[in-house]
């Protein structure tokens, strides 16, 4: 019989300090990547809600802009400074994901965008009150938006907003100017005091 062509085995001790050679050598470890899986801290939660709120009080701005430009009859103007403040909203949610680290940024803003911007425009033609409606519906949207740890409850967040859109309304009644100012501070806000109690009251 020919004898099969190929390497020839290697003697055991041999084989035993090949493999040795290699098991001696140090392994690199990897660094873990902040990939939105590891919890983000409280100033970082502030930070995301806070420049989330500076560009939502420019789109604001925006809205109430064209409502007095409509009301002078300057169409031109109003329908400019709509396009200005809708162009602001998928900002300022790109800013609430990106620096809270949420898990899907991307996903999250293409889906709350559109919808706080269409239940602003279903609620205000409801309640006739833009600040109020400001509240409710991008506050809504935020809460799926901004990142939430195991602690954080979901329908604590909406009652949140909930609570801060009935006071804006109340406000508006006594008060239009300054409810027209504190709206926008309002809604991304609770939704950090929402978390906050529900770190402090944990669920058992």
Known sequence: MSRQKGSRPRPAPDQRRYHEQFAGRPRRIKQPVPDGGEPISRR???????GATLVLVFAFTGVVTAIVEQDRDNTN???TAVALAAAMVPIAFT???RVSRAPH?????????PLAAAGYVAVASLVR?????????FGIAGAFVLRAEAVHRLP??????G??????LLLAIVAPGAAVVVAPFVPFPALVAA???AEARPLA
């Open 44 to 50: 970082r939660r502030w930070g995301a809600t806070l």
């Open 129 to 137: 009150d833009p600040t109020s409606s400001l509240v409710l519906a």
């Open 156 to 161: 604590l967040r909406i009652a949140a907003v």
């Open 163 to 168: 609570i801060g859109s009935v006071v804006t």
């Open 195 to 197: 978390d906050i109690y």
């Open 77 to 79: 103007a109003a329908s």
């Open 105 to 113: 940024p991307f996903r999250s803003v293409l889906l709350a965008s």
């Open 95 to 97: 800013v609430l994901a």
